[in-house]
């Protein structure tokens, strides 16, 4: 073998291993400016997908994801976890919610189906200022041994639901219905806005039971005003089911106004065709930030 | 360094570089080639995976493990097949049992290219139960590879109805159409304020023929009685359109309900 021949048989040797370990790369790992700390630049917008591995970092030191998830006054959220590969068995410490500057622990994740689904749901703030709370993913079971393949999935919601009209004003009178649409105790605030967004009040249901029906008769919170509605609860995507009923006695009118939850982003191999298991398969593809 | 050495080295490379295409629920081992997988899936997930992850003599089989909630119905839709699968009905299967026994075989839809499971949770159970989704039977064998893939969704396909009444002068009737051409099943459960189960109702006899309305006076089923209802079905995700309405003639005021499915 020539020396000419060594180098290039060296260079192909570097090249296929390189093309394989950057294979096996989650792309948020990547750079100098990755997702490993409180400072990362990956935020997440409602429908947002991504695939994230936990393979360790060098040290080696166990892999951990930040993601920047954006909470807005009188809205609620959701991030889920699912889909993990065998080696992780992230507990529910694994999944947290942390404040801003990334030092306190607000929240450890619910454990769902079984084990194998970690859920955060959290009621955004009630002033007008927003928050940028921190999610953390740690904890895998692989810890330093984790590698490329060792993967789960994450989706971020805005679970707010709205509704359209309420209205208290001379004989007509609303009454909200909510159910829990889910078989956990959750929480809900419904947020009573006036026609220029000014919050006019609040009422909150503290622990609304597996499948309870709560019936709110607005007039004892807005007497006399009318507006829209906004819920924020902790009963995740799709948790709640209801509407307002508006009835006027004087006139007979009854009007029924269903309870609004934010669209879903549908299918994601529908979007692009990118491959859905390589982290890149979904890189980007989250759904736009609409205003709300 | 010999050429043998080093080719030998470039092949493992390759090999490492191919496996890293895998799907990762394949790989190490605690994988989903059985029963002891821990692949869950929430509403609305989506994953590709493949099958050419092959195991002793046989193919690759892919294990879901799903939680079925109570009052609750649900999906798993199986498409986008590769063209080495061919996948038949007996391909997708749910499994009880702790994975022992085969509870259901897939439906082929839309021509063959589509499988899907349909199925009803629990009603007894306030905890969810296990339940066990199992994909084999590639037509390719041990000859696929990480290139021969499938698609698979998993919904929750319980509708809700905030509002039943038939308290006072008041009743609630409830309108189901399926919005499919296929024969499926529904069961209303009717639940007071609390969240209790106060009764249920098989529409149309455990039979709607595709496209069918049917119309459920709840008042013979639940009389006297308010609160909400649950729709768990074998229509597929958004395999219903309904609403209730309730009159009350002593008013004159009439309500619409609209059924409302989990978002995705």
């Not at chain 1, 993601?67 to 006054?73: D, I, W």
């Not at chain 1, 009318?226 to 819920?231: A, E, L, N, Y």
């Amino acid at each position: 073998v020539t020396g000419d021949c060594k180098g290039a048989l060296a260079l192909l040797l570097a090249a296929g291993l390189a093309a394989a370990a950057s294979a096996r790369a989650d792309q948020w790992d990547l750079g100098g400016d990755p997702d490993n700390a409180f400072t990362t630049d990956n935020v997440l917008a409602h429908g947002a997908e991504q695939v994230h591995d936990l393979a360790a970092l060098p040290g080696p030191v166990p892999d951990q994801d930040w993601y920047l998830a954006p909470a807005q006054p009188f809205s609620s959220y959701q991030f889920v976890v699912d889909g993990l590969t065998g080696r992780l068995d992230l507990p529910a410490a694994g999944l947290q919610r942390l404040s801003e500057s990334g030092s306190a622990v607000l929240q450890s994740a619910e454990v769902l189906e079984l084990g194998g689904v970690l859920s955060l749901a959290w009621l955004g703030p009630a002033t007008p200022a927003p928050a940028v709370d921190r999610v953390r993913v740690q904890g895998a079971a692989c810890g330093t041994s984790c590698v490329g393949s060792d993967r789960y999935r994450v989706r971020f919601f805005d679970t707010t639901y709205t509704i359209a009209r309420f209205n208290n004003s001379t004989s007509q009178s609303t009454v909200l219905l909510v159910q829990n649409a889910t078989d956990r105790t959750c929480a809900l605030t419904a947020y009573f806005v006036g026609p220029t967004g000014a919050l006019l009040g609040s009422a909150s249901v503290a622990s609304l039971a597996a499948y309870q029906l709560v019936v709110l008769a607005t007039a004892a919170t807005v007497p006399n005003l009318s507006g829209s509605v906004t819920i924020a609860h902790t009963c995740g995507y799709g948790g709640l089911s209801g509407k307002a009923v508006s009835v006027e006695p004087a006139t007979g009118f009854t009007f029924d106004t269903a309870m609004v939850s934010r669209p879903g982003g549908g299918t994601m191999a529908n979007r692009a065709g990118a491959p859905l298991n390589h982290p890149s398969g979904l890189a980007g593809r989250s759904a736009p930030a609409e205003a709300r | 360094m010999t050429i043998q050495k080093t080719a030998a080295i470039l092949l493992l490379a390759a090999a490492w570089a191919a496996t890293a295409g895998a799907d990762e629920w394949d790989l190490g081992s605690d994988n989903d080639d059985a029963v002891t997988t821990d692949n869950v899936l929430f509403h609305g997930a989506e994953q590709a995976h493949d099958t050419g992850h092959t195991v002793g003599s046989g193919g690759d089989q892919d294990w879901f493990l799903l939680a079925s909630h109570q009052y609750s119905s649900y999906q798993l839709v199986v498409d986008g097949l590769t063209g080495g699968l061919d996948f038949v009905p007996a391909s997708v299967q749910r499994l009880v049992n702790s994975g022992t026994t085969v509870q259901q075989s897939a439906v082929a839809l839309e021509g063959g290219g589509v499988l899907s499971l349909v199925w009803v949770g629990p009603v007894a159970f306030l905890t969810p139960t296990p339940t066990w989704v199992r994909v084999q039977g590639a037509a390719c064998g041990i000859a696929c590879s990480a290139t021969d893939t499938y698609r698979v969704r998993f919904y929750e396909t319980t509708y809700t109805v905030p509002r039943f009444n038939n308290s006072g002068t008041q009743s609630t009737v409830l309108m189901l159409q399926n919005t499919t051409d296929r024969a499926c099943a529904a069961t209303v459960f009717f639940l007071d304020g609390s969240g209790t189960l106060v009764g249920q109702h098989l529409v149309n006899g455990g039979v709607l023929p595709g496209h069918r309305l049917a119309v459920v006076p709840t008042a013979t089923v639940v009389p006297n009685l308010s609160g909400s209802a649950r729709i768990a079905h074998t229509c597929g995700y958004g395999g219903l359109s309904g609403k209730a309405v309730s009159v009350e003639p002593a008013t004159g005021f009439t309500f619409d309900t609209a059924l409302q499915h989990r978002p995705n």
